[in-house]
């Protein structure tokens, strides 16, 4: 986006007015777009050109910022100002499972979300103390290279390679997912279709541009993402409290919720709602035992119901009533046992209303316990985690200093914070409206966005009249996180202008995340595996080309992964916390804190945290139990969850580089000075680590 | 590339304001999270634990970086480490 001749002022000044410009354009797109819909613009349309001109803005900024220099499309040419980096930054963190999930979480778990909330930020702290500034110092490609520089020779590189790719990997398949899902909903495209054009506009950007391209286009995306998470919020919150900031004032909606949630526990039309759920799932179960006979009883039943209401002559409802039972019998033994199965899940539908701003809520002193131990487990490893994935602090080599770098770090996490103090409201509000508003109406009067979302996926929201009672009772309804963020502008009474808004939001958040794994996989394989272990002879051209052949292998395998659909994704996303955090983060911070840390330690340090966790998770985890034919009984160490599999990482990772360096000898003088000269942002007669 | 008295001294002070920051960042996240219940009392409508993990830690994030960030380039230009104009 700039020539060399530029200086860093003029830069800035340059980049300011390109963005500043790049908001009013898009501000006044919406505008337009919403005065087209007042005149009748079919919805569908909205959704189309959301899709195309988004994803047509990333791929131009893309195409303007094409370069085959070797800095510009590793780092970004190290000059991208702090402010701008802490924006791409955001972008970079904030994926599709923060921008759709994150409020999700938060109304369906109530406090215990908060462990997103605060580990998905408190990590940035990590990162400021402890990582970003001493990386910027170093200022080489990868967080392999520091690992390969500071523990010398391959071994350690290879291990942090293995590392990133697992991690960002595993990451990058949800992102794609996301990126499928979200277009599928935009315009109804096909899901393997979306996923494509997705990856279009992911390529188009990262291939030609690399770190350079990537960055400008996370700045554009987070610009989207917080317009689009800010203004229905700001809708809703005049709503309910007649105040725009809802930040400032919703604890009194807190206060209100929870009135209402002892009223609904205590309400008898409730108790009998889940009464009837816990008796279908008591029969479910119990049919389940003999499928056969219980298909035979039923059948049976049935039909003398039917037969007995003809016989009686009864009314016109009842006749009905028994006809349709008859014909919603299985037709054989394999149906039913579906049917029997989905019944005995029904249990969870018959529990007691949760209450939203309670802490660890239990029914005794000891499961309140576990799930106070488990809040905490899971803070502390998506916070090391944080500071630890390979795409965020690479993302600190790109500023032009070590004081940028720090200050990189205070924007990052700001604008990470304006999404992120957000959501707990945006959860609070809604669960307000559809506790005062949506509970307790007659299913005839119930607004439309209920019905329509219904029909678009019924895991995202389903009711029905399970007492027959006419009116909706809250056991009746039945939510899926991700309608949270989707539906708020309809709950809010906003345009559809602003849904096609939050879409597109979504879109930029998964698009921007995936961008910046993608290079972090592609870069780990051509500068560390290809370039430094195997042909260091190689051409800055050719390292170059073979970083963009690879980034397209990579997204295209990605992607084929992700048209899977595979089982448990969001697991998968959490995984790659405990991952990285076991990895990376001892060998990093002793890297930078104590000299004696040696290649050795380090080695067998990030091989011992990785496998404890890996293995912890092997254990306990449904699905990779599944994958690895594990059978024998679950046993969980001090109650920890799979998802919190990192806990025993980390320490073993530090206590094992601790015992294994000590025991072998010190690191030499070279390594002595390294640790110097990253320690010092500027040393009289310093040596050179930059990387060319 | 011989390292000074000055240059120790400028390391130690680091370390400190580091250890300082860690400490914060451990109560406010982990002793406030652990005594979440017992930290219920109202506080404008939130719960106070709520509040806390809502925004009250969040922001305190934001600003411990921001204060570290203040003071070590602050230190940079006491103890001459600061960088030039590159």
């Known amino acids: 986006m700039a020539t060399k001749a530029q200086t860093q002022r003029e830069f800035f000044a340059f980049l300011k007015k390109a963005y ?56 970004a040419g190290r000059r991208v100002p702090a402010i701008f980096n802490g924006m791409a930054t955001g972008a970079d963190w904030m994926s599709a499972a923060s921008f759709i999930g994150m409020a999700g979480t938060l109304y369906l778990t109530g406090y215990f979300g908060l462990a997103f909330v605060m580990g998905w930020t408190g990590g940035y702290c990590l990162v400021a103390f402890f990582l970003a500034p001493y990386l910027r110092k170093f200022g080489q490609f990868t967080i392999p290279d520091f690992l390969g520089a500071r523990y010398g020779g391959n071994i350690p590189r290879l291990v942090g390679v293995f590392g990133a790719i ?29 996923i494509f054009l997705g990856l279009g506009g992911i390529l188009v950007c990262s291939v030609l541009g690399g770190m350079r391209a990537v960055t400008w286009t996370q700045v554009a995306q987070y610009i989207i993402l917080i317009i689009a998470y800010l203004i229905p919020l700001v809708w809703l919150s005049v709503k309910h409290t007649n105040f725009p900031i809802a930040h400032l004032v919703y604890g009194h909606v807190l206060e209100k919720v929870s009135a209402r949630e002892v009223e609904l526990a205590n309400d008898p039309k409730e108790n009998e709602v889940r009464k009837i759920f816990a008796d279908r799932a008591a029969a479910g179960a119990a049919k389940l035992k003999d499928v056969q006979k219980s298909l035979e009883a039923d059948t049976a039943a049935a039909n003398k119901r039917l037969a007995d209401a ?20 299985p037709k054989d033994v394999d149906a039913a046992k579906k049917a029997y199965t989905a019944e005995s899940k029904l249990g969870p539908r018959a529990a007691p209303i949760s209450r939203h701003a309670e802490a660890f809520p239990g029914k005794d002193e000891k499961a309140r316990d576990i799930n106070r131990r488990n809040f905490l487990a899971l803070i502390f490893c998506l916070m090391v985690g944080t500071a630890a994935l390979p795409h965020i602090l690479m993302r600190y080599y790109t500023t032009p200093s070590v004081r940028e770098a720090r200050a990189s770090v205070t924007w990052s996490l700001f604008f990470i914070f304006l999404l992120y103090f957000s959501a707990p409201a945006l959860a609070v509000l809604v669960k307000y409206d559809v506790y005062t508003l949506l509970v307790g109406t007659h299913f005839d009067k119930l607004p439309a966005w209920v019905a329509a979302w219904q029909s678009v996926d019924a895991s995202l929201l389903s009711i029905a009249d399970i ?91 990605a992607a084929t992964v992700a048209s899977q659909k595979p ?28 000299r004696r840390a040696n290649k050795w330690g380090a080695t067998l340090g990030m091989i011992a945290g990785l496998g404890v966790t890996f293995y912890y998770m092997t254990q306990t985890q449904g699905w990779l139990r599944g994958v690895f034919g594990v059978t024998k ?29 000590l025991l072998t000898p010190a690191p030499d003088k070279d390594t002595q000075e390294l640790v110097d000269h990253v320690r010092y942002p500027h040393l009289v007669g310093d040596i050179d680590t930059r990387g060319t | 590339m011989e390292l000074t008295e000055k240059h120790h001294e400028y390391w130690r002070k680091n370390v400190r304001m580091t250890a300082l920051l860690v400490v914060i960042w451990a109560v406010i996240t982990y002793v406030a999270g652990y005594y979440a219940r017992e930290l219920s009392f109202s506080f404008f409508g939130w719960p106070f634990a709520f509040w806390v993990g809502a925004q009250g830690a969040l922001a305190l994030y934001v600003v411990m970086i921001g204060f570290y960030a203040w003071y070590m380039n602050k230190l940079d230009q006491e103890y001459g480490v600061a960088e030039g104009d590159e």
């Open chain 1, 567 to 594: 089982a448990d994704i969001l697991f998968l996303v959490s995984a790659a916390f405990s991952f990285a955090a076991a990895t990376f983060f001892p060998a990093l911070v002793l890297g930078i804190f104590w």
């Open chain 1, 166 to 194: 697992l991690c960002s990997f595993t990451y990058v398949v949800a992102q794609i997912y996301g990126v499928g899902l979200i277009t599928t909903r935009l315009v109804g495209v096909p899901f393997e279709l979306g």
């Open chain 1, 20 to 75: 500043s410009f790049y908001v009013g354009g898009f501000i006044a797109f919406i505008i337009v777009l919403a005065v087209a819909e007042q005149m009748g613009l079919p919805r569908r349309w909205i959704g189309y050109i959301f899709l195309f001109a988004t994803i047509a803005l990333y791929a131009g900024i893309g195409i303007m910022s094409r370069t085959a220099e070797i800095t510009e499309y590793y780092v």
């Open chain 1, 633 to 661: 009984p679950i046993e969980l160490w001090w109650d920890i969850q799979p998802i919190s599999a990192g806990l025993f990482g980390i320490p073993l990772g530090f206590a094992v580089i601790v015992i294994v360096s």
């Open chain 1, 467 to 557: 007492n027959g009672d006419g009116i909706l009772q809250r056991a009746e309804l039945s939510i899926g996180g991700d309608i949270v963020v989707l539906a708020t502008p309809e709950i809010a009474g906003l345009p559809y202008v602003i849904s096609g808004l939050v879409a597109a939001g979504g879109l930029a958040a998964a698009l921007s995340t995936a961008d910046g794994l993608l290079l972090t996989i592609a870069n780990a394989l051509s500068h560390d595996l290809y370039y430094k272990m195997i042909d260091p002879t190689a051409s800055t051209a050719r390292r170059v080309t073979i970083s963009k052949i690879l980034l397209l292998v990579v997204a295209l395998a």
């Open chain 1, 310 to 329: 003809k016989a009686a002559n009864a009314p016109a409802a009842e006749m009905k009533a028994a006809e349709a039972a008859v014909a919603k019998l």
